[in-house]
């Protein structure tokens, strides 16, 4: 069993539209969650961080961290074209050897 | 620019060659990790720094893969005799610990 599991999709959605990207994983010992977004032939981009269990909101972006459930989740509000791209969630410990594990990222589209 | 910067961008080589990349991490960041990258996969582990030591290695880093942080600093990522399956994006991250910055990555193609 892999430590992250991420549906790759791909997800397409029209513009204005309310995505939900999630991940699961399986090593409790996780303390630190983030989502990062990857435009094609880029290096990944910070998103979101978060720390434990909980919320978090940046703008139009909100990741939640269910920590009982092992299953985190970054919510898109209102997409725009801009969004498309990949997203991929991280995740790491204090407990886990100084790594962060990646899922495999799903792609998304905003169809304008 | 205070992000992480990784030069070439691109590189294409002929098999056999070598092949070397740099990466100047976040200045006050004393972690730093390099990653391959596969299409429709995620950034897999190569190596980890803390300064200029070499903590880990993945199994995945063969004797053909060499990297350095001489003066914990930048860092040298360095492919001897390339292979076709050499062919990927190799990124590289700094960390404060809680979470990483990648650099944009240098695309490698090996012909």
Known sequence: ?112 | DTGVSQNPRHKITKRGQNVTFRCDPISEHNRLYWYRQTLGQGPEFLTYFQNEAQLEKSRLLSDRFSAERPKGSFSTLEIQRTEQGDSAMYLCASSNQETQYFGPGTRLLVL
Request: with cysteine.
């Open chain 1, 1 to 112: 069993q892999k430590e992250v599991e991420q549906d790759p999709g791909p997800l397409s959605v029209p513009e204005g539209a309310i995505v939900s990207l999630n991940c699961t994983y399986s090593n409790s010992a996780f303390q630190y969650f983030m989502w990062y977004r990857q435009y094609s032939r880029k290096g990944p981009e910070l998103l979101m961080y978060t720390y434990s269990s909980g919320n978090k909101e940046d703008g139009r972006f909100t990741a939640q961290v269910d920590k009982s459930s092992k299953y985190i989740s970054l919510f898109i509000r209102d997409s725009q074209p801009s969004d498309s791209a990949t997203y991929l969630c991280a995740m790491s410990g204090t407990n886990t050897g100084n790594q962060f594990y990646f899922g495999t990222g799903t792609s998304l589209t905003v169809i304008p």
